[in-house]
Structure formats: structure tokens, C-alpha cells
């Protein structure tokens, strides 16, 4: 690590604290803000980089990434720094890369199988270990996923735990916190977590709970049950005695779902007055990403993604599952669904491209070409989702408790571990940019993407410029910046960022 000087002059500082702008300069040694004053003389430093004017932030802090894996496969982390994020919360919706046992490991490593990269660790800190030994600069951190921790314990399709499971599950979570996790998300829309019932989301908040830990959650539903969702966790973190409260990817998915906001806003405010320090995450956005399995009726949509891959190595069963998606989803529905990425032989440059779009090229029909994309990937087969409102996103990156996530892997600039949603290169510009858009102040979003991510996760010594402070910055154009909402080249580099530096070593310039 180099420790020579840098002055950072002629800019205007967003410090992370919200407070209004200033017009100064900064000087780091190494890998530390040295000082901040409204002018420091050349001769302090070794090297003096003039901003012209343009903002210094803190670097952006992406409280909702799955970089888990990537970042080991393409240590760099091209498409975060790029977009200005020096450190992620990874470990959401229920899926880390921890704690590893002989009942998950290899599902795992299946599931991760584009990024060729071996789990041969078992727990958090073996996960840490791996970074550190392939040099990777981006600041990761990881809650441990509910759904790797019961799988941990009880594989991928036990509905109902015992008592000992319970507490073998308990004591495990325990440990990766103590290891270092900032506390657990479940993803309760996926196997297995979908099995779990509010009592043992309760006993698993208690641990938390106890630890001062935090819980993110990808709820329930997102759409019709979206209210009934939101009330489950939150009553959930009140039988806890839980106060540490995170819902991801915030959204009213479905335009029926659409009038919903208010009474969910109204849910969340009352839980906030009831003193828990409830937060949400949200991606600027309205078209989401997950596994095209997430589609599947029935019994289906209980399966993990190895189980439907196998099943589907029988032709009966893909009649079967062919039938049961035309009778449960109307030809509406397929254009409303984008194919993303998949290795599927055969799909190569179909993505970005709409599932009806695909199946009148193929010449099949749509519930057909879903079953012959899972037959072959049913893993990493992702797709995009439309179905969400324009004006209530806005809103909900208004909400002054409102962080910034991406949803996304840690992306080179190529295709090499797969293809990605445009948020994985767009989402903090994007978020800046909508809320300028809509009147925000610069500081005030800026605090949005870092002090305020920083205060949420405990992230020690991060989202705040000030001395004695890591250099970790993040300096752009207002008027310049934004992210791409290109499907067709989703891995596409934001604009008006203009300089990413992490422990004082600039790791990204346009």
C-alpha cells in the first residue's frame, strides 16, 4: 500500500453527514484523510489531483449486492467500483457462501458453477480468508443467509424442523455472527426458507436480538400479500423484542399491488414510532431480476433448482411442468418476462429479449421455451420482471430511511461469469440521479448511499469523510450522472463518475 500524499483540491465535499456542501480541500497519506481545511498549500503533498469543481463523497456503500462468489472469480469487482461502491452488503435474500456443511456444499457449488470458484471453506470467516487471498479491494461484508443456514443443518427439502435442528440452526448463527456476520436475511420467497413459519423466524430474531445484530429480509410477497408480509415481520420482530429491522428491495411488484404504498409506508412508520430501527433498501429500478424458476407453479415451486433440473431429464415431467405453466400463467404474462442470462446451449444473444419474443422465434410456445431453459440451467437461468410503478419507486427512494442496493453480482466488463440486470453497473448513479431529479439535495442523497448505510450495518470507520477516516471516495458530475437501463448491454459503465478510490488507491477511472 502506498503511502504517499494526495490534496484533492477544488471540489465541493459531501461528507456523509447530510450537512450542506463545502467548498475545500482534502489530503490524504496512504490510505487516511489527513485533513480538511478550505485550502491547503501543493507543497503538503506528494501529488495534487484538481476536481474541477465536480463532488467528493464518501465512497458508496451498496447495501444489497450478491457478490458473494463473483468477487472471488473477477477479484477487481469492475462493475461496483465503477459506479463509484467501495463496499457491499452481501449475504441477502437468504443465500450466503456460509456456513457450509456436507448437507449444502454441493449444492452450492452448483448453484455457483459460473464462477469456477470451489468452496472449500466452511464458515464466515473461511469466506473472508478466500478474499484476502485473492486480493480483493472492494470492503465486503455478509449476513449469513437463513436459507444456506437451514440447508446447513437439514438440506434443501425438509419442510418442518425439530426442536434439536432448531437449536443446532441457533447455535451455527451464533457462530458466524460472532465470526464477524452483521446478522441474518432471509429470502422467504425461495427453498427452503419458504418453509420456515413465523416461530422460527421469531426464535432466530431472538439470537439476534440478544447480539444486537440486524435482520434484512426479502419478504414473503412483494405483490398481492404484500401488506400481510410486512405485518409478519414486523410482529415477528416484536415477539423478538427485535429493533433492528431491514426490508429489501422495498417494492409494490404487480400493477394491482400498486395502490398498496400507502398502507405499507403507514405499516412501517408505525413500527418506527414503536422505536424499531426499521430501514429499506431499494434499487432504482422497475423491472426486477431472479432464477426464471421462480415462475413455477404448484408442487414445482417447491424444488430446489438441482432437483428441477434433474427432474426435467425426463420428458414426462417436462409435458407435465409445460401444462402446468400455460394453465397457471396467460399469454400476457410471457411478455412481461425478459431472459437475462442463462447457459442453456443454443440461447446465445437472446438476451434481453422477452420470453413471447422468444418462443414465436423458436417457433414454440412460451411455457414450452421456460421448460427448455430450465431443463439446461435451471440454476443460473435469470430473468427480468416489469410490473412495477414509476411513481411509487420515486417515492420510496424519497423515504429518508431509504439505502441504495444494486440486487446484483460484482460484474467484469464482459460476458465471462454470466450476464447481469443494468443495475449491476447503474444502480447508485441512478439512485443519485432520481432523487436530484425530484429535488434533493446533493448532500442529502449522497448521505442516502453513504453515512446513512454505514450507521445501519455498523460499518465502522465508513460512509464519513473526515480526518483520521479511511480515503475511501467517490467524486462525480451532478449534472453527468447516471446509470444505464440498457438490457441489450446491460454491463455498460456509468456516466459523471469520475474517480473510485478505496484506502487511498484510485481503482477506477473512466
Not at 5 to 33: H, M, Q
Not at 56 to 61: R, S, T, V, W, Y
Not at 406 to 430: C, K, M, Q, T, V
Request: glycine share 10%.
Amino acid at each position: 500500500m502506498s503511502c504517499s500524499s494526495v490534496l484533492y483540491k477544488n471540489l465541493w465535499l459531501a461528507d456523509g453527514t447530510g450537512t450542506p456542501l463545502r467548498k475545500c480541500a482534502v489530503l490524504t497519506k496512504g490510505a487516511e484523510v489527513r485533513a480538511i481545511e478550505p485550502a491547503i498549500t501543493a507543497s503538503a503533498a506528494d501529488r495534487t489531483l484538481d476536481l474541477g469543481g465536480r463532488i467528493l463523497a464518501p465512497g458508496f456503500i451498496d447495501v444489497h449486492g450478491h457478490s458473494d462468489l463473483s468477487i472471488l472469480a473477477r477479484p477487481e469487482g469492475f462493475g461496483k467500483i465503477s459506479q463509484g461502491v467501495v463496499s457491499e452488503i452481501a449475504g441477502n435474500c437468504g443465500l450466503s457462501a456460509f456456513p457450509v456443511t456436507r448437507f449444502n456444499r454441493a449444492h452450492l457449488n452448483e448453484l455457483y458453477r459460473q464462477y469456477g470458484v470451489e468452496i472449500d471453506w466452511d464458515d464466515y470467516s473461511g469466506w473472508r480468508a478466500a478474499l484476502a487471498r485473492r486480493g480483493v479491494k472492494l470492503k465486503m461484508h455478509a449476513l449469513c443467509g437463513h436459507n444456506t443456514l437451514r440447508a446447513a443443518i437439514a438440506g434443501y427439502e425438509q419442510a418442518g424442523l425439530s426442536g434439536p435442528e432448531l437449536d443446532e440452526m441457533a447455535r451455527l448463527l451464533d457462530r458466524m455472527l460472532e465470526q464477524g456476520a452483521p446478522g441474518l436475511s432471509t429470502g422467504l420467497l425461495y427453498v427452503p426458507g419458504k418453509f420456515a413459519d413465523s416461530d422460527e423466524i421469531v426464535f432466530l430474531m431472538k439470537r439476534l436480538a440478544a447480539r444486537g445484530a440486524l435482520y434484512a429480509t426479502h419478504l414473503r410477497s412483494e405483490g398481492s400479500e404484500l401488506l400481510e408480509s410486512l405485518s409478519e415481520t414486523v410482529e415477528c420482530a416484536r415477539r423478538a423484542g427485535l429493533n433492528r429491522l431491514q426490508i429489501s428491495h422495498f417494492k409494490t411488484a404487480g400493477r394491482a399491488n400498486w395502490s398498496k404504498l400507502d398502507a405499507a409506508l403507514a405499516l412501517l412508520e408505525a413500527a418506527r414510532q414503536d422505536g424499531i430501527e426499521l430501514s429499506v433498501d431499494r434499487y432504482p429500478y422497475t423491472e426486477s431480476m431472479t432464477q426464471l424458476s421462480v415462475i413455477l407453479p404448484g408442487e414445482w415451486g417447491d424444488l430446489d433448482d438441482e432437483t428441477i433440473e434433474r427432474r426435467l431429464a425426463d420428458p414426462a415431467e417436462q409435458q407435465a411442468l409445460e401444462t402446468a405453466l400455460d394453465e397457471s400463467r396467460s399469454s400476457e404474462y410471457w411478455r412481461t418476462v425478459r431472459l437475462v442470462g442463462t447457459a442453456a446451449p443454443g440461447f446465445s444473444g437472446c438476451e434481453g429479449k422477452t420470453l413471447d419474443r422468444l418462443a414465436a422465434q423458436f417457433r414454440v410456445t412460451a411455457p414450452a421455451l421456460a421448460v427448455k431453459l430450465l431443463s439446461a440451467d435451471a440454476a443460473g437461468t435469470t430473468a427480468g420482471f416489469r410490473g412495477m410503478s414509476e411513481e411509487n419507486l420515486r417515492r420510496i427512494l424519497a423515504l429518508p430511511w431509504c439505502m441504495a442496493g444494486s440486487d446484483e453480482n460484482a460484474r467484469p466488463l464482459d460476458y465471462s461469469i454470466g450476464r447481469s440486470h443494468p443495475r449491476a453497473f447503474g444502480s447508485l448513479p441512478r439512485f443519485l440521479k432520481l432523487r436530484f431529479e425530484d429535488g434533493a439535495s446533493i448532500e442529502s442523497a449522497v448521505r442516502q448511499v453513504t453515512g446513512l448505510p454505514a450507521d445501519t450495518f455498523r460499518l465502522a470507520g465508513q460512509g464519513y469523510i473526515a480526518a483520521g477516516r479511511p480515503a475511501d471516495f467517490a467524486v462525480f458530475d451532478p449534472e453527468e450522472l447516471d446509470g444505464t437501463d440498457d438490457f441489450a448491454n446491460p454491463h455498460t459503465p456509468a456516466s459523471g463518475l469520475l474517480l473510485t478510490v478505496i484506502d487511498g488507491e484510485a481503482v477506477y477511472r473512466p
